[in-house]
């Protein structure tokens, strides 16, 4: 498929709801609303092609005990009988 060719999508059954939310966000923005969620597929598309996975093995068993931590933790679980 030639890069600029376009492709045409048929969406069916969607709430009442999501229909208000969509034509209101196209009228803030002052777009179709068509172009709505052409841009929106668009944004969150590209967008995923682009993430990016970093390990988290580096902090690995590098917790260090804090006890003031730990006391102000416990002091949060405490129920108070009063409420």
Known sequence: MPPNSRVQYTVRGLPLEVDRQLRRQARQRGISLNQLPVEELTRVASRSETRVFRS??????????????DRILQEQRQIDGNL
């Open 56 to 69: 988290l093995a580096r902090l690995a068993g590098r917790w260090v005990d804090d006890p003031e931590f």
